[in-house]
């Protein structure tokens, strides 16, 4: 080869490699600035229809159909729907239904409560929607698994004008995690702050009571019996009133202490973590109630009172549950020590809630003669239970009802 040929030959090569390095920079340019996201699928609606007999219901029931326009074949699979209420209580939630084209085995649920809606989503066997078909029939039933009501008044998705299927965008289609149907529903409200425990102290100034502001302060008092019996374990009544509602008619009615009788028995309970189940709570009537136990109930009712400026008083009615007419604070079940325990640890519960002001030791005790000295005696377990009291209870009441 001579010269002029190897000139030429390495003239090609450079020229080559040139092509080479310009074309992959260029196939790198383009993906560098390929970042346009495939735009949202168009053509796809709900259509709903309200299936609740009551605002007031054991189960929320939107049922659905899914319309396709898209131009295009759509799997479920990909596809989510969210459902936006406002859940009261704490219990378990499922996904059932009347009634689906696809099967009942074909879709699930997905609760999020703290979010604001429930998602529901449809397996690879629910297989597609055809361009310009639909899904069929959805009647989905969304429950508590204790059966309890909900109270759908405030749901954003809730509208029981639609009483045949129709276009609906208060439920939101996702596709491929996209938005592509419906409005948002706004988040859940933000939990309440509670009221401060400490701001609203009464105290004793000569022979009045007064308040944290000097005001002479004078209590009237009721009495809402049901923690100290086995077959409550609660409030009496809420199977037929709504607890909210009956305190701040007791406020109104000119009331500001309400005396609770409880028990030793369950209070211990309490201390050693078990969960006690409360009777005779109507959840159509009570639906923040639902799922919750019974020293849930206690506290919730606590918090409650503070809103209003009500006042507790714990009553130790009994040793034991429905013990109460045996008139002493012991038996063969609850030990002298049992009792003095179960009032240090409701006490320690309660020490800085301003809202308890006061514990009354033992509803009517009765005893011997005898037993007033002895290591049972009532005085003596009043003095173990009250030498502690600057500690325990800087700022409560001890009340003893007279001995029988």
């Known amino acids: 080869m001579n010269q002029k040929q ?39 609606s709900i259509h709903y229809m ?9 189960s929320m029931r939107p049922y659905i159909i899914i319309y396709n326009n898209s131009g295009m074949d759509v799997n479920m699979a990909d596809l989510r729907v969210r459902y936006y209420y406002e859940k009261e209580g704490t219990t378990e939630e499922v996904l059932t239904s009347f009634y689906t084209a696809i099967g009942p085995n074909n879709i699930f649920g997905e609760f999020h409560p703290e979010l604001g809606y429930a998602e529901i989503g449809f397996t690879d066997g629910a297989g597609a929607i055809k361009d310009g078909g639909n899904s069929g029939q959805m009647q989905l039933v969304l429950k508590k698994i204790s059966n309890g009501y909900y109270d759908q008044s405030n749901d954003y998705s809730y509208d029981p004008s ?45 022979n009045l009571i007064k308040d944290s502001k000097g005001n002479t302060v004078y209590l009237t008092g009721i009495n809402w019996f049901g923690f100290e019996t086995d077959g409550a374990n609660g409030f009496y009544g809420l199977n037929k009133c709504n607890l909210e509602d009956s305190l701040d008619l007791m406020a109104k009615l000119g009331f500001n202490i309400i005396r609770i009788p409880i028990s030793a028995e369950i209070i211990l309970q309490w201390k050693n973590g078990e969960r006690v189940e409360t009777s005779f709570v109507n959840t159509y009537e009570n639906p923040r109630l639902d ?81 007033q000295t002895s290591q049972n005696g009532m005085a003596p377990t009043t003095r173990t239970i009250g030498k502690g009291q600057p500690k325990l209870l800087p700022k409560k009441y001890l009340q003893l009802t007279r001995i029988f």
């Open 291 to 371: 799922g919750l136990s019974s020293l849930e109930i206690l506290d919730y009712t606590i918090n409650h009172m503070k809103k209003n400026g009500l006042k507790v008083m714990l009553d130790m009615h009994g040793a034991s549950k429905d013990s109460y007419q045996d008139n002493l604070w012991y038996n063969k079940d609850v030990t002298m020590e049992d009792f003095i325990e179960a009032w240090k640890w409701i006490t320690e519960r309660y020490k800085d809630d301003d809202t308890v002001i006061a514990m009354d030791l033992k509803n009517e005790p009765t005893e011997s003669s005898q037993a």
């Open 6 to 44: 190897s000139k030429k030959s390495l003239l090609s090569v450079l020229t080559i490699s040139v092509l080479i390095v310009s074309c992959l920079f260029s196939f790198i340019s383009v993906n560098a600035d390929d970042t346009t996201e495939e735009p949202a699928l168009e053509g796809l």
């Open 50 to 58: 309200d299936g609740s007999l009551d605002v007031k219901y054991q």
């Open 162 to 206: 639609f009483t045949d299927y129709a276009e609906y965008d208060k439920m939101t289609l996702y596709y491929k995690g996209k938005l592509v149907w419906g409005k948002e529903g706004p988040p859940p409200p933000p939990e309440p702050t509670p009221p401060p425990n400490d701001d609203d102290w009464l105290h004793v100034e000569g």
